[in-house]
Antibody, heavy 123, light 103 residues
Framework: EVQLVESGGGLVQPGRSLRLSCTAS????????MTWVRQAPGKGLEWVGF??????????EYAASVKGRFTISRDDSKSIAYLQMNSLKTEDTAMYYC??????????????WGQGTLVTVSS | AIQLTQSPSSLSASVGDRVTITCRAS??????LAWYQQKPGKAPKLLIY???SLESGVPSRFSGSGSGTDFTLTISSLQPEDFATYYC?????FGQGTKLEIK
């Protein structure tokens, strides 16, 4: 059974950093691209970023709202994707979801999602 | 950047109704469009990918169509468990969502 479990969320002050983890099981993690999506309280879904599999360079893409502050990485040996969030702003407050992507080059549809981890940025 | 506009933003319907939700892209995106269902406090669930391909395990009352800039999600006969918020997605962008409520 495919499972994705996010962790690492919590309350953090503006300007500080936080690293989220997405631990995968039930599939060959290294074969898939992964995406991070967030949802502010009461709002819609916002695409955050994407990491390709190593077979496609392991390269990343980011939304303009987080580019230069957030970094996605992966450890295929541990089946974990990470979202390193620096210089956090109050507007980064959201539930953060990781998901497995069906496509390999561009961030297309996601067929499996984690339950999400809540990040609250507040002083 | 491509923008996706869903209509309507909210919709009231009854069990058994046929419902259509529209997603319009600001420029042509071929058939690279997905539809998701999200219930309160839950992660999104993939319903349709590549505009019209039904995800495994999703009931056949859900269908998708369209290409280019105009896409639709149709629920042929609403069931009680279908009342939720629906989103379209094209790579880097999600639509703003359509909340489907019980009439």
């Amino acid at each position: 059974e495919v499972q994705l479990v996010e962790s690492g969320g919590g309350l953090v002050q503006p300007g500080r950093s936080l690293r989220l983890s997405c631990t995968a099981s039930g599939f060959t993690f290294g074969d898939y691209a992964m995406t991070w999506v967030r949802q502010a309280p009461g709002k819609g879904l916002e695409w955050v970023g994407f990491i390709r599999s190593k077979a496609y360079g392991g390269t990343t893409e980011y939304a303009a709202s987080v580019k230069g502050r957030f970094t996605i990485s992966r450890d295929d040996s541990k089946s974990i994707a990470y979202l390193q969030m620096n210089s956090l702003k109050t507007e980064d407050t959201a539930m953060y979801y990781c998901s497995r992507v069906l496509t390999v080059v561009t961030p297309g549809a996601s067929d499996y999602w984690g339950q999400g981890t809540l990040v609250t940025v507040s002083s | 950047a491509i923008q996706l506009t869903q209509s309507p933003s909210s919709l009231s319907a009854s069990v058994g109704d046929r419902v259509t939700i529209t997603c319009r892209a600001s420029q042509g995106i071929s058939s690279a469009l997905a539809w998701y269902q999200q219930k309160p406090g839950k992660a999104p669930k993939l319903l349709i990918y590549d505009a019209s391909s039904l995800e495994s395990g999703v009931p056949s009352r859900f269908s998708g169509s369209g290409s280019g800039t105009d896409f639709t999600l149709t629920i042929s006969s609403l069931q009680p468990e279908d009342f939720a918020t629906y989103y379209c997605q094209q790579t880097y962008t999600f639509g703003q969502g359509t909340k489907l409520e019980i009439k």
